[in-house]
């Protein structure tokens, strides 16, 4: 790849500068929509949700439910869109393709020793190739952020590099549980570690940790990836994971990400939200938009 | 120097905090002599969307906690009340009421907030029951709270209204969204500070200021509200309430009748209105002297 022979020193990423983020995210939250851009921006959101079960107690029965749920909607409301993908444990990856076949859903597993990364090399490899040969769609990956913490870049940059050969044509995320980074410098520096190593994506938090995603971090992931589009013509994607709860703060991040990258992103090729109550909201929200009249949680299936 | 005597701003009661409305629209509120003495907010449909919300996150925490316990915390909302019984009196004069009809109207609420706090683990003994069945079963109904109530409570009384319409539902473990009187609707917000205080959580009662005309189409239409009370007169507004309340089979009553201060606007069968009856049949192997029969 002939990113890769650019590489930039990576001590010496764009510092961020945490208040202008700040106000910058505060404006993004005043944006009106209403009407038909409101209906449009639920389905899109809709469209671009990776529906999320990452539990130990997750069941084949689990999973096959919550497949079904990502095609099926919520089959009252016609010309629902599905999904994007579902993103699974690596065991259930079999399942969750079993389920899906024909949909056009696709099949994300995470890997590397998930939710942690602590594990060696060899692990994460053939964690990764087992969800490859269930057939995973994409791959989820977790940064070693204890190394990355530690200012060992070297060996984040490798380890993805890694797992992205791996992968093959399965699109790759990398996960950095921005949660864990303490500073929006660090995030910042592990979006380009991770963009130049062959990320096709990059994700913020595995959801186990809180606070998750937020906007503040996620703009600082979309600049960089515009920075990294601007240097090396190459697109990467954004998926912000865990918290993303309510329709309101989706659309927030829709505009967020329009405003910053631009119309080109505005697919689920390039933008995902990995969450799992989010669904419901949207479809409570669509509903609303229908009917009329405010909707209760009781009527949506629990996924 | 004079000093400028500061003015309570009145502002929504919603999950355990004092937010303005959303809508930003507000109505002045004025005494006999025509002089404004408080914007009140007027709330919209979305203050009410989120009054419900907290109300649904609440229920959970509110019914399951005990009986005894809840009988615990509206006792000290009484408290509470008597302790600042002289600020809700000096808003009963502000609101054009006489002195010995403020001073009434206060001690019965307080009064009233200690009989439904009685009543917190009573009631269910009263309505429960142990049925004969001809199987081999012991079988028995139970009261469980209906969910979240919309309330909307009395016009013509700006403190006593709103007790008689709340005790008895939050008795009851459920949880609920009040919308005040529009005329006198100071009582409401301070009363609002005095729930704030009792241990009462968060979103259990949520209080709306503004217009029944504007709001109750959607008191009455909103899914996930479960039973809809209504203690005023107007026919077209009922009419419209028992209407929309059928998309999702809300309960609703309407106490139009009902005079606040006699003893019949108390009562454990007000609790009962908001309750679900749950029968549960328990496989027991002989019923009395007979056999088992399986």
């Known amino acids: ?69 990502a095609v099926h909607m919520h089959d009252v409301i016609p010309d629902l869109p599905t999904v994007a993908a579902v993103c699974v444990y ?14 056009g859903v696709k099949v994300a597993s995470v890997s590397t020793a998930f939710p942690s990364g602590q594990s060696t090399h060899e692990i994460k490899i053939l964690d990764t190739k087992f969800a490859l040969e269930n057939g995973a769609d994409e791959i989820d990956m977790v940064i070693s952020r204890g190394e990355f913490l530690k200012g060992n870049y070297n060996f984040v940059f490798d380890e993805i590099a890694a797992i992205k050969d791996v992968c093959g044509k399965a699109r790759l995320k990398v996960i950095f549980e921005t949660g864990e980074l303490s500073t929006l410098d660090n995030v910042r520096k592990a979006s380009d570690i991770a963009m130049y190593a062959g990320a096709d994506f990059i994700k913020t938090s595995t959801g186990k940790i809180s606070p998750a995603a937020t906007m503040p971090v996620t703009l600082v992931m979309l600049e960089a990836i515009r920075d990294y589009y601007y240097a090396t013509n190459r697109m990467v994607g954004m998926k912000p994971a865990g918290g993303i709860s309510t329709s309101k703060l989706a659309m927030q991040y829709l505009v967020m990400l329009r405003e910053t990258l631009g119309g080109a992103w505005l697919s689920n090729e390039w933008f995902r939200f990995g969450a799992s109550s989010l669904a419901n909201d949207v479809l409570m929200q669509i509903a609303k938009q229908t009917t009329g009249v405010y909707q209760s949680s009781d009527y949506f299936s629990k996924d | 120097m004079s000093r400028l005597e500061i003015q309570k701003t009145y502002k929504i009661f919603i999950g355990g905090q004092f937010p303005r409305t959303e809508s930003g629209r507000y109505y ?27 109300a649904r996150s609440a229920f959970g925490g509110w019914s399951e906690k005990s009986a005894f316990n809840r009988s615990q915390i509206l006792y000290r909302i009484a408290e509470m009340l008597e302790g600042r019984k002289e600020q809700f009196i000096a808003e009963l004069l502000l609101q054009g009421i006489s002195a010995a009809a403020a001073k009434e109207e206060v001690t019965l609420s307080i009064d009233r907030l200690v009989y439904y706090a009685g009543w917190c683990d009573k009631y269910q003994a009263l309505f429960s029951s ?38 008895p539902v939050i008795a009851g473990g459920n949880t609920c969204v009040v919308l005040a009187s529009e005329s006198k609707p100071l009582c409401a917000i301070t009363f609002s500070e005095v729930l704030n205080t009792s241990d009462l959580s968060a979103g259990v009662v949520n209080i709306l200021t503004g217009n029944s005309a504007e709001l109750h189409s959607h008191f009455s239409s909103h899914m996930d509200v479960n039973s809809l009370l209504y203690y005023r007169k107007n026919k077209n507004e009922i009419k419209t309430i028992k209407e929309n309340a059928a998309l999702n089979v809300k309960r609703v009553h309407i106490y139009d009748k009902i005079i606040l201060n006699s003893e019949k ?10 309750q679900e009856i749950k029968t549960t049949w328990h496989p027991v192997e002989n019923i009395g002297s007979s056999k088992g029969g399986y």
Do not use: W
């Open chain 2, 130 to 167: 142990v049925n004969p069945v001809a199987s081999s079963h012991f079988n028995f109904s139970v009261p469980e709270p209906t969910g979240v109530v919309a309330i909307i409570s009395s016009e013509e009384s700006s403190l006593l209204g709103l007790v008689t319409s709340i005790a």
């Open chain 1, 1 to 69: 790849m002939a990113a890769k022979s650019i590489l930039p020193d990576f001590r010496i990423t764009p510092t961020i500068d945490q208040v202008g983020i700040e106000e910058r995210v505060a404006r993004f939250t005043t944006r009106s929509i209403k009407k038909e851009s409101k209906m449009q921006g639920l389905k899109m959101i809709l469209n671009m949700i990776d529906l999320t079960t990452l539990e130990g107690k997750d069941t084949e029965g689990k999973v096959k439910q919550m497949c079904y749920k």
């Open chain 2, 265 to 274: 606007a108390q009562s454990p069968y007000f609790i009962f209105d908001n």
């Open chain 2, 28 to 54: 002045p509120l004025k005494n006999k002599k025509n002089e404004v003495i408080a914007n009140m907010c007027l709330s919209s449909r979305k203050d009410f969307r989120n009054a419900v919300v907290a």
């Open chain 1, 90 to 103: 690596p065991s259930m990856v079999k399942t969750a393709k079993e389920s899906l076949i024909g949909s």
